[in-house]
């Protein structure tokens, strides 16, 4: 889990890049933190779907990319 720093809800940041296209940079955000609601960056679209697993918690968000 990343660590609450002043003023931002718990989020990981990605990029994500599909051959020959820009890099996408975003965040990615966990459910039902208390912060989410407080955070200007946040966004409910990108929030990852989490639950438990054998070695503690398993996140999983799909990307859909547009390659035309």
């Not at 996408?24 to 966990?30: A, D, E, G, K």
């Not at 407080?38 to 070695?55: G, T």
Request: proline share 9%; no cysteine; net charge neutral.
């Amino acid at each position: 889990m990343p660590a609450i720093y002043p003023g931002r809800t718990r989020h990981y940041h990605v990029k994500v890049q599909a051959p020959r296209q820009d890099v996408l940079t975003t965040q990615l955000y966990f459910p039902d933190e208390p912060l989410n609601r407080r955070d200007a960056f946040f966004h409910r679209e990108l929030v990852m779907h989490v639950a438990p697993a054998a070695d503690g918690l398993a996140a999983q968000f799909d990307f859909v990319l547009d390659l035309r």
